[in-house]
């Protein structure tokens, strides 16, 4: 493996990991932002799977979190507040009343310390009291010749505290520039997704039906011309929690025009599956054109709604402890 990086103006720096087969995945320390995946199509052809910006300094922006980590709690909090033991807390909401993907708290448009340790990139960010616990957010991002891109979540802290970490890299495995990312096929064994409510706050827990059923494969085509009550609610695609089943942490995409497949596996106990469905022509993307579902992320986390629903979730870091999770993106081709 090598791992190289490039310094450029307004402090960013800029990491290329590239394997054996010539895959290339490269990231800045602006938020550990994602900027591009090369991975070849079913004719050896290399080109990028991930949304990203015209320019680098627009990550300073990112009003759309392209690539970015989201921490230290990912998702939506009801009424911007939650209590750890007898201690209760309130931040600034920024959706309504509600807390969005942290708020003003979350340094995905900040510079975070970086550097390269053996085949790894390691970013790291400390809250310094921003933050109950004032944790230390250690993220690395490695890659083998199995074509895997792994995310590793590292966070301690100096007293109570929650957090629930995620990744919103926007895929996209089309050759299809101008195309959205209805043509893709979407696989998991979950049986349980969130409801949730006008504010897209999750209210219960519900059975993967109808077009929520993944375990046969969805076309994302499908679900953005769903009549779904729920679909309807997040703008025409999903914006859902789905809960993975304990013994299969996974999802499998697959996109037939390209013959790009890509497997997610991960420790979390699930994941936001999210199209794209605020994406419009006010994001300035690099090659892609900017349109609705664009592309798809799939936010591997804990879910926020623990904090009111029993989901049998674990988001607290103890004093001393070090709460870890990972996340692994493996790409390859239809045989």
């Known amino acids: 493996m090598n791992v190289l990086h490039e310094e450029h103006d307004n402090g960013i720096k800029e990491y290329t990991l590239t394997n054996n087969n010539g895959m290339t995945v490269k990231a800045i320390n602006i938020g550990c932002s994602i900027t591009e995946i090369l991975v070849p199509d079913n004719k050896g052809d290399f080109s990028n799977v991930v949304l990203r910006y015209d320019t680098l300094e627009e990550y300073f922006r990112n009003e759309d979190f392209l690539g970015a980590v989201i921490a230290p709690i990912a998702g939506r909090v009801r009424d911007a507040e939650f209590e750890i033991g007898d201690e209760s807390y309130s931040f600034t909401p920024n959706e309504g009343r509600n807390l969005l993907h942290s708020g003003e708290l979350n340094p995905y448009n900040e510079i975070w310390e970086s550097s390269i340790e053996e085949d790894k990139i390691v970013f790291q960010y400390k809250m310094d009291k921003r933050f109950p616990g004032d944790p230390l957010i ?198």
């Not at 199995?146 to 100096?158: C, D, G, H, R, T």
């Not at 949730?196 to 209210?203: G, K, N, S, T, Y």
């Not at 699930?270 to 300035?284: A, E, I, K, P, S």
């Not at 049998?312 to 004093?319: A, G, H, K, L, S």
């Open 138 to 335: 250690k993220v690395m991002y490695s890659l083998n010749d199995e074509n895997e891109l792994k995310l590793e979540y590292e966070i301690s802290a100096e007293s109570k505290s929650i957090v629930a970490p995620t990744n919103h890299t926007y895929f996209n495995l089309s050759n299809v520039l101008e195309g959205d990312a209805g043509g893709h096929l979407v696989r998991s064994n979950t049986r349980s997704f969130l409801k949730v409510d006008e504010d897209l706050l999750p209210e219960s827990v519900a059975v993967c039906e109808g077009v929520f059923d993944l375990k046969h494969g969805r076309l994302l085509k499908d679900v953005f011309e769903s009549d779904d009550g729920q679909v309807g609610i997040a703008g025409g695609g999903f914006d859902h929690y789905f809960i993975f089943e304990k013994d299969e942490k996974e999802v499998e995409i697959t996109e037939k025009g390209s013959g790009r497949t890509l497997k997610v596996t991960t420790t979390s106990p699930g994941m936001v599956l999210y199209t794209g469905n605020n994406l419009d022509g006010h994001v300035v993307l690099k090659d892609r054109k900017a349109q609705k579902h664009a592309g798809f992320c799939m936010e591997t986390q804990e879910s926020p709604a623990a904090l009111k629903l029993p989901l049998d979730q674990d988001m607290r870091v103890e004093e001393e402890e070090t709460y870890k999770r990972e996340t692994v993106f493996r790409f390859g081709v239809e045989k």
